[in-house]
Structures are given as C-alpha cells and as structure tokens.
C-alpha cells in the first residue's frame, strides 16, 4: 500500500458504510436517486481562515461536515453522503485519529456517510474540502430567488455567537469582558468550534419556505444576497434578532456592537422567507423540535438593499455586512 492508500484504509474506510461508497476501493462512487433530485453544495475550512492552528482537531472535523450539512437543511434536503478531500501537512496519528472519529460520529449521527474523496499532502496550510450530497423530492429545493413581498423574515437559533466566540479566543473585547463568566466564553467558544446545523427543519423549510439560505457570512449580509437574488428588498427589526443570553449581556454592557453580531458570520443557522399565513407553521415546528425559530422583519418591494431599524425605528447604518475573503 502507498502511504495515501494506509491512510485511508486506516482513517476513512470506517467510515464509507454506504454501498456505493465501495469501501473506498474505487476511484468513484454511485449515489442512488429514485424520482428525487439530488442536492450539491460545497465548503473548505482552510487553517488560519476558518479555523485557529491551536483548534483541536474533532472540532474541525465537525465544522467541516456541518457547515455542509447548514447548506442542505436550508434547501430543505435530507444528507445523502459526501466526498471528502484533506490537504496535510503531515500524517500524525494524534491529529487523524481525532479527527476521523468525530468525523465518524457525525457522518452517521446525521446519516451522512463518507463516499469517497483525495488526500494530499501541502507544504501551506492545512485544508479540509467537503462537497455533500442531499435528496429532495423533484423541483422541491428551496432556492434563494423565491421571496415575495410581504413574506416574513425568519431565522433559527440565535445570531453572533460565533463571532463571538472567536473573539474570545483570540483576546478581543468579548474575552475581556467575559473574564469572569466562564461559562459563557465557553458556550460561545463552542458555537464557533462547532456548528449546530438544522436539518432536522429541512421538512419544513421545504413545506413553507419561499426562498432559502443558510447564514455562514453574517445576517446582514447573507440576507442581502438574499433579497439581491430575489429581486426584492426587506426591512429588519434589529431588535427582534435572537440572541443568546451570552451576547445579550455583552450588547447590554456595551462591550460589543450589534454590528458585530449582524456581520460576524459563522452562525450557521437557516434564513428564509415565508408566506404570513405558513409562518406560524414553521415557527411551530421549530417550536416541536426544541428549536426557536423567530421572525425579524418583512420582505418589501424594491432593490434597494435591506435596512435594519432600531428600537426607535431609525436605521442603523452598518459600515460591515458580512465577513469577506477579499
């Protein structure tokens, strides 16, 4: 066996239960479809960019799966299996190990198998590149260009942990001002570890939703895509966005802006559109999920971008929408 082959057999061939995945013998695989359309979307965590050096690796693992898995839930897709494709820089078995187990625990936690994919080495960074896989029955996937003036706005969970939790990590105002409150730098630090992605509402986003997506680059920002792809535009009630007790505490102190929450990225929950008269149904099935699911604001006629309101009413005029690449 090479090196690549060892590794593969060793790490990741566990993993390949489903049939088509061939025990990861091939150089393909088969992904079976009877009257369905079949759902594909891709994501890389790349060291430095998603992921801290010091971040351990069942972590990475995860948020390298559930990014993915956010994208099916919010084109209201069952998974169906994904590729995989690893960039290291070394082949240390107290880095792999980790990370295949709790890349294996989520793959059949969320059934989700492994189906193949490439592993490379680098001199640079590390990477992790996931395409995955999800089922839907025929033209049923929620896209982004379905929302409808009057349609509510509604997001899942709560928005800015994430941002939050990075900043803890890296020494920003968040940690200091959460210097004694470990339990809360805790839970944000593990919103950013560790995506919750909401499949479990994929049903229902698919039964109600107008139009789509899931919120990776911050709220004000994705909703913007959002509204741009639709060809309409939206007011928001910045009061009304969800937010954890952590980062309620922290906007009340005034030691962060809710400009960071709105753009921070990294929330990994669903924001979709929704007709009034369904709106309920979804907010109760999140409700029957053990999930909050509330409405922020309305989609409104026009091009002009969305425009989030303070409790007074006034627009709030954000300088950053959403985390960029470039």
Known sequence: MSGEDS????????????????GLVDDAAILRSAGEDIVVTTDAVVEGVHYLVTDPPDAIARKALRVNLSD???????????????ALRSKEDAWLRPFADALGEDAKSFACPLLGGDTVSTPGPQMVSITAFGRVPQGRMVGRTGAQPGDRILVTGTIGDAALGLDVLTGGAAAGALTSDPAARDFLVSRYHVPQPRNVLAQAVRDH?????DVSDGLAGDLTKLCAASGVSATVEVANVPLSAAAASLIARNAVCVETLLAG?????????????????LIAAGRTAGLAVTAIGTII?????????????????????SYSHF
Do not use: H, N, W
């Open 7 to 22: 590794l593969i057999a060793r790490y990741f061939k566990p993993l390949a239960t489903d049939p088509g995945a061939f």
């Open 209 to 213: 939703a107008t139009a789509a997506m």
């Open 301 to 321: 006629e026009g091009g002009a971008p969305p425009r989030f309101l303070d409790g007074q009413g006034q627009e709030l005029i954000l300088k950053r929408l």
């Open 72 to 86: 099916l839930a919010a084109k209201g897709a069952v998974p169906a299996g994904f590729v995989l494709t690893l």
């Open 265 to 281: 990225g990294d929330d990994y929950e669903v924001l979709c559109t929704v007709p009034p008269a369904q709106s309920d149904a």
